[in-house]
DNA sequence: TGACACGTTGCACACGCTTGCATTACTGCG
DNA sequence: CGCAGTAATGCAAGCGTGTGCAACGTGTCA
């Protein structure tokens, strides 16, 4: 039922944007308009007196300086672009807030594109980003076109791409030093004494999920095992649930998955628990990588790795607000193993 | 580790932002710099032959509109910000997604303003969108003052609330309908035979989380029943195992539990479960409220009413868009019930 | 008293764009 | 051929701000 109901009360016909100009404040104020400027300029040459009136009369009007008219002044919008997709997801969304956290503390603001399932929207994002000038861009998904990076390092906007480590010369690429993820990963499986070891995909085939599985089957391959993978769908927690249907009607089932990601990897745990009755860790070991909320629920408890979110952020925004830097540059951080119940202990 | 590689490549000297102006782009083409404005404004008055070298042109040189400027003149920013907390919550990152997807298709873009924890904060959030001129703003949390209420409708800004439902006068309001839900749990409690009712809810105590309790109170008491209120921290996962420790070693165990909250839920049946070894629904029922994307996961199932999240998404945009609207207004939707195994069936 | 330094202040230009208005080119009609 | 009507175009004013530059007032010192 949707209901209307109009309460008409003090209303005026939308006089159509009267905002409130410095020239009106500082006829108010008995001062130029330039003091108006530098009375909200820190580090302005004006007199206190001068400031206080100023201030006084512009709360008294309620003044608020056009970002707009000052961004264009000063060639610095303040605004910076957040290229996006799945914000929906736990790891994504918890990317976003301490980005948009961050970005606040430092004086900015967050503008945020979402792109969908669609590289050609990337592009569309950062054409988006250049109109409005924004100082800066940081791209959480999909891979800019070579070109479109180049005319945003061109129009001095700073570029910082997570999670993107394709050979793509964005100025500032952080991503996961996972180098030795996968080795701990085979080891807990071994002590656990798992021997028939799996690796759960999904089809996305970004690099960093690609070289996750890459990882895991060059570790277990040292240590004379062989993984059967399986891919299938978006990295999502249905796709867990197929992937293990898929892998658990193997003849040779496996005792051990490594799944891509959490979401995959409690999708996994759900199918294997309700539809094979299966017992974790018991019967089978799981881990999984992120480490979202829902991975310390009681019903999981998963094994896993830990973006380092907040490390993530902070070194984002650290280097975008950095007035001299240099040449393009690679960030790689680690994500710490967090030991929970999805895993047999020895 | 934390390995910086420096890629000394191609780089300049950060030449402090030469964005190209329609200025070239008009020499380029040997046409006016109006001619350029009016290639790039639909609508206007200019000839597809001029258009098509000015396009020319500016893609050569890599031009894009400047909308800080022509904010500046339309007095127009294209701008809407979003005024949100918690939004690493699966309910807030998905109404985040929605609103911005929406946004986005009629052409605006989202300035999204984090205002964690702090209703002083959701004052700097729209005094934030004023100066960017934003063209409206729509506030998922907090309470803004009146004061500032008043200031963005005569300062021509579009303002929406969302689940704000105190009795604020903000342009639109947009509410959840929620006169049946209550009457809707307590009769599925009944019917699963349940007589011990409980209420579990969070210390936030906003609005719409209060009427909830109330209405439920209300609807047992009709029934006859009372019901076990226990309250606690914030609405979230954690909060809900709390509870359950509560109410759960109370002398009179409850049977039936409706939470204020899917994640509270969620907290709720884990800590039923895994601390207290009760069966859900045998031994408990269990009712939430969201739908998050988690509540239909195998290992909950979780019966609950679903946010009509894509509705409020369209309907906000839409009032925002349409050019003549009236005075305030408030929008009631419904949450529809969604049945799942976390209650009894008769 | 004059020279000088210094902190304030106002003027005026610039930022990149939109748009009303006047001008021009073009077409069709009497 | 002339005239009106229309579409296209250029000119210039203006949006609200920042800031270099010059002017001003004041106080200090010689």
Known sequence: ???????????FPMSDKIFVSAEEVARKAGVSRSAVSRAFTSGASIAPETRRKVMEAAEALGYHVNHL????????????????????????????????????????????????RSDERVDMALRQAIRYRADASIVLSGMPDKSLVDLCVRNGQRLVLINRDDEHQGPLRINLDEDDTAQAVVTAFLRAGCRRLAFANSEAGTPSLMAREVGFLAA???????????????????SGKVLAQRLMT????????????????????????????????????VVGFDDIPQASWNSYDLT?????????AVAAVAWLMNEDVGPSQSLRLNAPFVWRRSVRSA
């Open 1 to 11: 039922m949707q209901e209307i109901c109009k309460a008409v009360q003090d209303w």
């Open 69 to 116: 008219a000052r961004g264009l002044m000063r060639n610095e919008s303040g605004i910076v672009c957040l290229v996006v997709s799945d914000m929906g997801t736990p790891y994504r969304s918890a990317l976003i807030k301490a980005l948009t956290q961050q970005l606040q503390n430092a004086g900015k603001v967050a503008m945020i594109v979402n792109t969908d």
């Open 220 to 238: 277990a391959r040292e240590q004379g095992l062989d993984v059967t993978v399986e891919r299938f769908g978006p990295t999502a927690y249905e």
């Open 250 to 285: 193997r003849r040779e089932r496996p005792d051990a998955v490594f799944c891509v990601t959490d979401l995959v990897a409690l999708g996994f745990m759900d199918a294997a628990r309700h539809q094979f009755s299966l017992s974790i860790p018991q019967d089978l070991c």
């Open 304 to 312: 896993t790795f830990a973006q380092p979110i907040e490390e993530i």
